[in-house]
């Protein structure tokens, strides 16, 4: 079984880098050029514990819209998505976000303390909010792409106008630039990486 799971994992990481490899958006290189890096090694590997969040709820319409992007990567994430340990920003609360926020968000780790591989400064995982959701400006020092895997989704940048973006678009914010994210009635899923300066998380602009 262990093996099974460290197949399917080496399997979307690998779908990961080769639908990212046919995408030149901002970014994108340095995110290739930091999983190269990463020791995948059969020693490196542990599973983390599986953790649901209520978020999920909205997977399997998310997987059947990335299944029209990117069926490979699709497929990768439904063979690992019930050992995923889902988790959410401490201090992130339905206070600071909106009531219903943290039943419709969360975020997974595959390359990280809380994924399966430890990575050397370096995280790559999953993104998802639920519908008619604004996850409101925040700021980390690490450089952060998020790639969309599905449709209308809409990105601000340095309290700039919210942008929609097209399914399977990059979307890169360099270090402590000011972003955020409202979905309408879709929901998101995303894959994410951070690339350096992981270990500061990301914080909420303070109004």
């Known amino acids: 079984?262990?093996?099974?799971?460290?197949?399917?994992?080496?399997?979307?990481?690998?779908?990961?880098?080769?639908?990212?490899g046919a995408r030149h958006g901002e970014g994108v290189a340095d995110v290739l050029d930091r999983l190269a890096q990463q020791d995948l090694d059969t020693a490196r590997f542990a599973a983390p514990e599986p953790r649901a969040?209520?978020?999920?709820?909205h997977l399997p319409h998310c997987l059947g819209e990335a299944m029209l992007l990117d069926a490979d990567l699709a497929a990768a994430i439904a063979s690992v998505e019930e050992s995923l340990q889902w988790r959410q920003s401490a201090c992130y609360s339905d206070a600071l976000?909106?009531?219903?926020?943290?039943?419709?968000?969360?975020?997974?780790?595959?390359?990280?303390?809380n994924g399966f591989f430890p990575g050397d400064d370096f995280l790559l995982g999953l993104l998802m909010l639920g519908p008619e959701r604004h996850y409101r400006d925040?700021?980390?020092?690490?450089?952060?792409?998020?790639?969309?895997?599905?449709?209308?989704?809409?990105?601000?940048?340095?309290?700039?106008?919210?942008?929609?973006?097209?399914?399977?678009?990059?979307?890169?914010?360099?270090?402590?630039?000011?972003h955020a994210?409202?979905?309408?009635?879709?929901?998101?899923?995303?894959?994410?990486?951070?690339?350096?300066?992981?270990?500061?998380?990301?914080?909420?602009r303070v109004t």
């Open 138 to 178: 925040h700021f980390h020092p690490a450089p952060e792409l998020y790639w969309p895997l599905t449709t209308a989704s809409h990105w601000s940048v340095d309290s700039g106008p919210f942008v929609e973006k097209q399914q399977g678009a990059t979307i890169w914010h360099a270090p402590m630039a000011m």
């Open 97 to 113: 976000l909106g009531e219903g926020f943290t039943a419709n968000y969360g975020w997974a780790e595959i390359i990280g303390p």
């Open 1 to 20: 079984m262990v093996e099974t799971l460290q197949d399917n994992v080496r399997w979307l990481i690998g779908a990961v880098a080769r639908g990212l």
């Open 181 to 204: 994210t409202i979905t309408r009635d879709m929901p998101l899923l995303a894959v994410w990486s951070w690339t350096r300066d992981t270990a500061t998380p990301a914080r909420l």
């Open 53 to 57: 969040l209520p978020v999920l709820a």
